[in-house]
């Protein structure tokens, strides 16, 4: 099991997110990189990147933070996870968004701990075509053969860049379990950061967030918003 984290400097809604200063003085890569740590030791996180010469500056990130690093394909996110997998004898991850600050540790910790029931399972989700969990919330366990499975050049652009959207749309044709999730995160929040303006939202939420409870940022989010 590993963490493969995805990020890179060239977004298209908040370029050069990735090394925003959160409240915390960390770095919103720094934050997930540190969440990351919590979950897995980091000889099992990598750091997906593009093969950009910007992104070279997170490479030195992962690397100071002592995880491993992977520099792939910017546009085909598919290809790159591949090639990732490939490269580092991945079998089963993680996928964790470098937009996402906060994630439920002890609910991912928890799944890993009884990951061998799930191991059929081509992967496993929060979301599917019915129901989705709080934007940033999201937990996605993915087996890496499963893109042995994906007809490559059908895909369109929008499915190459956006991994999960392929599996979900075409969920039958795999072998996928459903994570339940608590109607606290079922009210269409947003804990990511893919604007400038969400910065006041999170950063009030991790200025006041108790790690060992998730189920308060629910009322943080509100009071955030209310200010």
């Given at each position: 099991m590993y963490i493969i984290i995805f990020s890179r400097l060239a977004s298209k809604r908040f370029k050069n997110k990735a090394i925003i200063r959160l409240i915390n003085n960390k770095m919103l890569i720094e934050q997930v990189i540190d969440q990351a740590k919590l979950i897995l030791p980091k000889k099992k996180i990598i750091l997906a990147t593009t093969k950009n010469k910007e992104d070279n500056f997170l490479c030195n990130i992962a690397k100071k933070n002592g995880i491993r690093y992977f520099k792939g394909s910017q546009n085909n996110l598919i290809k790159r996870t591949i090639d990732c997998c490939n490269f580092f004898?991945?079998?089963?991850?993680?996928?964790?968004?470098?937009?996402?600050?906060?994630?439920?540790?002890?609910?991912?910790?928890?799944?890993?701990?009884?990951?061998?029931?799930?191991?059929?399972?081509?992967?496993?989700?929060?979301?599917?075509n019915k129901e989705k969990i709080d934007q940033g919330l999201t937990i996605e366990f993915i087996k890496s053969s499963i893109f042995k499975k994906i007809p490559k050049k059908k895909l369109s652009s929008r499915n190459r860049e956006h991994m999960m959207t392929y599996l979900y749309r075409n969920n039958r044709l795999f072998k996928n379990y459903k994570i339940s999730f608590s109607k606290l995160f079922k009210k269409q929040y947003k804990y990511t950061i893919d604007y400038k303006k969400d910065l006041k939202t999170i950063n009030f939420i991790i200025k006041n967030y108790d790690k060992k409870n998730i189920k308060k940022i629910a009322k943080l989010y509100e009071e955030a918003k209310r200010r």
């Open positions: 004898g991945v079998d089963y991850f993680l996928r964790y968004c470098g937009d996402r600050p906060i994630v439920d540790i002890l609910k991912i910790k928890n799944l890993i701990k009884n990951f061998k029931k799930y191991k059929k399972y081509d992967f496993i989700s929060t979301n599917n």
